[in-house]
């Protein structure tokens, strides 16, 4: 009967290789179940003295105030836009139909006003001032931050009132430029 068992095998020796098979394996489906393969996380894609707005064709470096930029699914540039309004303005259309992957914009808690150069954060984590002195590209416009505690600050010294992502509403990011306001005409 023992003529079928191998003259050196150690049970205790099987059983561990067997054991440590199992583990392999097993670590091997955990670490595969780690990797996606959906698409990389988006990074803010930084300006340029050649960068344009996706609106009016205006050069964002030759601008003060936030810039903003928003990456759809369907392309891999994202669109560039030289204020914050703009960007909400086109985020809010009831029309917009492309789906956002990402929405970044300056923080001029960071970025020099006058010459807004990197500093991007995503815009849906960001802090507002709407309502202040300070003129971006197109007039009166929205700023970011990155701090509630920079928003607050700068909305002291310059006016306005800070608001979270969510609370930044339509009627905030009109395009009109005031015409519609101007009883003059």
Known sequence: MNAQRRPHANPLRSSLVRHLLVVCFAATLLA????TNGPAP?????????TS??????????????KAQIHYADRTEP??????????AIYFKPEQVRQVRAL?????GKADWAEPRDHWIDAKAAWYVHGSSRHGSMGPTIA??????????FATEHGGKVLAFADVTPA??????GVLHDQGM
């Open 144 to 153: 970011s931050f990155a701090l509630e505690g920079d928003a607050q600050k």
């Open 53 to 66: 707005c996706t609106l009016d064709g205006m050069l964002l470096a030759d601008y003060p105030g936030p």
């Open 42 to 50: 988006l990074v803010p894609v930084e300006i340029d003295r050649s």
């Open 172 to 177: 905030m990011a009109i395009l009109d430029g």
């Open 104 to 108: 970044f914009v300056q923080d001029m």
């Open 79 to 88: 669109d560039f836009f030289c204020d914050t309004v703009e960007m909400f």
């Open 32 to 35: 595969a179940c780690g990797k």
